[in-house]
């Protein structure tokens, strides 16, 4: 069946500027999560949604960085007036409700700010 | 607060021979364990977890993990590794304490060079 999917690839942004990227979990995962990989900080986790609703939010770093999940599928992240350091792979996982369920990833969107 | 420790940056090992990532955690509760494999350009792929029940674990291609609560580890093993299973693995631990949330907390990531 098809994986979860993310859009852009790749982003090449100025800095200053706005950008949203896109998450289409797999169908009937309700569980979602945002993380970013970066050579210097590794995996950190942003967000998650349960649903729409995100009960977990302590991964955002500033309040520049928000996510939205509509009709508990697709996610969007947006990163305002976007830093150099902002620049990483923004990698979308989801999963079954639970604990013990495994995430999967997709293939993720380098983002770099220039 | 949890944090998973992947002591090796780099594993070398010849084709054919044992292949061993560790691995070590720290949680305040009970863990759920994880390790993920990633190619390079791709995203993570699960390979196997430890929930429950036996302390070793089998997974994807061949992989398995050995949970050890006293000396809070998970180690990854495959007994013959394959030039194909150079890549990037990265442990992964979630704390099943409720002020931990449902995140995965990340290792550093080990690269694994399988040489022919």
């Known amino acids: 069946g098809a994986g979860v999917s993310q859009s852009p690839s790749n982003k090449v942004t100025e800095k200053g500027k706005d950008v949203e990227l896109r998450c289409d979990p797999i169908?009937?995962?309700?569980?979602l999560y945002w993380y970013r990989q970066s050579l210097g900080q590794g995996l950190e986790f942003l967000i998650y949604?349960?649903?729409?609703?995100?009960?977990?939010k302590s991964g955002l770093p500033s309040d520049r960085f928000s996510a939205e999940r509509t009709g508990g599928s697709v996610s969007t992240l947006t990163i305002q007036r976007t830093q150099q350091e902002d620049s990483a792979v923004y990698l979308c996982?989801?999963?079954?409700?639970?604990?013990?369920?495994?995430?999967?990833f997709g293939p993720g969107t380098r983002l770099t700010v220039t | 607060a949890q944090s998973v420790a992947q002591p090796e940056d780099q594993v070398n090992v010849a084709e054919g021979n044992p292949l061993t990532v560790k691995c070590t955690y720290s949680v305040s509760g009970n863990p759920y364990l994880f390790w993920y494999v990633q190619y390079p350009n791709r995203g993570l792929q699960f390979l196997l977890k430890?929930?429950?029940?036996?302390?070793l674990v089998k997974g994807s291609y061949g992989f398995e993990a050995e949970f050890n609560k006293s000396q809070t580890s998970f180690h990854l093993k495959k007994p013959s590794a394959l030039v194909s299973d150079s890549a990037l693995y990265f442990c992964?631990?979630?704390?099943?304490?409720?002020?931990?949330?449902?995140?995965?907390?990340f290792g550093g990531g080990t690269r694994v060079l399988v040489k022919p």
């Open positions: 169908s009937g995962h309700t569980a």
């Open positions: 430890y929930i429950t029940g036996d302390n």
């Open positions: 949604f349960q649903g729409n609703s995100a009960p977990d």
């Open positions: 996982a989801s999963s079954h409700a639970g604990p013990g369920y495994e995430q999967y």
């Open positions: 992964a631990v979630r704390d099943l304490i409720k002020a931990a949330g449902n995140k995965l907390t």
